[in-house]
Nanobody, 120 residues
């Protein structure tokens, strides 16, 4: 399984971005996908996860009400819609995939990451 993120960039505080995560192959429907982010010098943190069934685990407190994860099985793509962005959202954003309906535990396939920079 190959995973590729896109959609990052530079945006002003209060703006929006939509990240995309494309999963190659014909196993997308059996794959749960998570979004993570990492700031240099800090641990990677999980933002949210969407199961292969389509259910969402929830969101970390810092993004609740602003970020939304969704999936389009026809396009083998998971999205992370990010609204009302704040400078503290600046990070490299990664998506990760695994062939399971559980978002618990480790993910076997990771993308290279996409940089999101929010200016104040």
């Amino acid at each position: 399984v190959q995973v590729e993120e896109s959609g990052g960039g530079l945006v002003q505080a209060g703006g929006s971005l939509r990240l995309s995560c494309v999963v190659s192959g014909n196993t997308f429907r059996t794959t749960s996908i998570a979004w993570y982010r990492q700031v240099p010098g800090k641990e990677r943190e999980g933002i949210s996860c969407i199961r292969r069934s389509g259910s969402v685990t929830g969101y970390i407190d810092s993004v609740k009400g602003r970020f939304t994860i969704s999936r389009d099985n026809a396009k083998n793509t998971v999205y992370l819609q990010m609204n009302s962005l704040k400078p503290e959202d600046t990070a490299v954003y990664y998506c990760a995939a695994k062939s399971s309906d559980s978002c618990l535990g480790s993910f076997g396939s990771w993308g290279q990451g996409t940089q999101v920079t929010v200016s104040s």
